[in-house]
DNA sequence: TTCATTTTTTAACAAATGTAAAACGTGAGC
DNA sequence: GCTCACGTTTTACATTTGTTAAAAAATGAA
């Protein structure tokens, strides 16, 4: 298990001291389409990194579902509110594909983050890298009209835009499908 | 210095001996109302600790300013592309009041990470809390109308409503002043 | 205070997006 | 092949939000 971690891109800054810590609690797993991996207002105990497949999460609302997120190949997959707080989600997280994943209980994931400085520096990049993330797709809410980042995921996506339902990307978009249809067929 | 460390909300958790570390960095600085603390393209070499007064950061567009976060006494005030990726930043942060801060180099707050595994992991906690933050914002762009942002915006910072300017408060909601004032006015 | 500047509100109109329903396309299973 | 279920597009209309300009209100300095 140690050897296929370092393959894995988000494990690639690991010295091999610390991919050996990890590799003891790892475990692969595999999904068919449409699992619900994660399911909100239920904590969740694993921290998973995707390997193969893609998947998305979602909100529930009144009366629509809310995508916000997409993973492929590479991503890690975990609910925020049990990782960060310890509490039952907000999001639901279904496989779109059948997928492949590793885990890691979260439990043993915090026990080496307090147990080894490279780990826990390699946890903070992370949340780093979901944060700066996060907030640029908040601020080109503000600054991009949706055909702009309708464009712009197509780009930078076009692997999702393919495999991905389009009801699901507009509301990642955050617009209605109707308005995605429209702004596809370029009115 | 270590003393006062001790009565800063970001700083309760880590015990003595992390917050003596910490000290040895920190600086008291003061700033004036309208002061750029820190500028878009360019590399931010400090942390900062809002201790007094508040802080707005926002983007230039090519005809707009968007208002993405908005700090009071507590927040932690750095530029995100600097701290995370040592290039320059896409944000300035504007003081709306005088301001009293504390703040560490980012040179020195990195020391510390590789250092101290306490400090470290605060530091994942830290990158974490803005991460769930500015996700619940996101996903409340799609869920809720602007009447009802701005709503829960007054329920939960009245301090903020009163002393920022509402044009600064319309972009951080993302709508237009125009639209601000139709949604006070209750029409 | 008074004046100048900035902020906020209001108005009229234009543009973008949403809602609901129907039409169309596609693929799975019978 | 046919039918059903599902996803996508299209249409017509309603609603929201943006744009521009101007007026009103608030603020701050002399």
């Not at 702009?148 to 389009?166: C, G, I, M, N, T």
Request: glycine share 6%.
């Amino acid at each position: 298990m140690h050897q296929q971690l370092k393959h894995i891109a988000i494990f690639k800054t690991l010295s091999d001291n610390a991919l050996l810590a990890i590799s003891k609690y790892i475990q692969a797993v595999s999904y068919h389409k449409g699992t619900i991996l994660i399911q909100a207002d239920k904590v969740e105990t694993y921290f998973y990194v995707l390997q193969s497949g893609i998947a998305r999460a979602y909100s529930d609302g009144e009366s629509q579902q809310i995508t916000f997120w997409f993973g492929e190949s590479g991503s890690v997959l975990f609910s925020f509110n049990s990782y960060i707080n310890n509490k039952p989600g907000y999001e639901n997280i279904e496989l779109l594909e059948d997928c492949v994943l590793i885990r890691i209980k979260l439990a043993d994931l915090f026990n080496l983050y307090q147990g080894n400085i490279e780990i826990a520096n390699w946890g903070r990049k992370m949340a780093e890298q979901e944060l700066i993330a996060t907030e640029r797709r908040l601020i080109d809410r503000s600054f991009k009209g949706a055909a702009e980042r309708y464009q712009e995921f197509a780009d930078h996506s076009p692997s999702l835009l393919k495999r991905v339902a389009l009801k699901h990307i507009a509301s990642y978009l955050g617009v209605t499908q109707v308005t995605l249809s429209r702004i596809r067929a370029g009115k």
